[in-house]
């Protein structure tokens, strides 16, 4: 398996100049650690986490040091410190140092990123625009996916699961596209959280009408 075969293509996303606090409240209304800062062409030019926003004097964790140390400490640390601590525009918060990769990346390439830089997700891209991201619970998704098929995996899986992307873009009724679908062996695994009973059901139906798929494999949470 490849980036693009078990990368969330709906991404969440902000701009450099939007509030910290609307990225903080996208970060938690949509339970991610991060959110890639992209331009209006979708180029990312920078990403703000969970890392980016913990020393603020909002909550009472803004780092302080002995006079001391902070002597001892580089202007340009202190400064960058002092931007993610009172910065109230995601560009003044944001890393631009962006760890990424592209749709034909492995698996493997994508767990060794994550490991070396300590990371929790990986923005893809093409031609330095966003078209997907993976994480690590992706990866387990992929895992346990492949293991429930026994392994095995056909030259149609990366249709089925494009085509299935592309009828759930389609509706208006559910944005399950923002979460993830994992194919493999004709199987098809719909993974994340689902609002209600009845949106089950129709992601269910949805899933089982695309040409190619032998089964659908129900992994959804209920938030109902």
Known sequence: ??????????????????????????????????????????????????????????????????????????????????????????????????VSAGEDASLGEIATLLEKHRIKRVPILRDGRLVGIVSRSNLIQALASTQAGNGTDTDGDREIREALLDRLDDQSWTDFGSRNVIVAGGVVHLWGLVGSAEERKALLALAEEVPGVTRVSDEMIPAY
């Open 1 to 98: 398996m490849k980036a693009i075969d078990v990368m969330v293509r709906d991404v969440v996303t902000v701009g450099p100049d939007d509030d910290v606090a609307d990225a903080i409240k996208l970060l938690a209304e949509f339970d991610v650690s991060a959110l890639p800062v992209v331009e209006e062409d979708d180029k990312v030019i920078g990403i703000i986490s969970e890392a980016d926003l913990v020393r603020r004097p909002e909550i009472g964790t803004e780092k302080h040091r002995a006079w001391w140390l902070e002597a001892l400490t580089p202007g340009s640390t202190l400064a960058e410190e002092f931007a993610k601590a009172h910065g109230r525009r995601v560009s003044e918060v944001m890393s631009t140092d962006v």
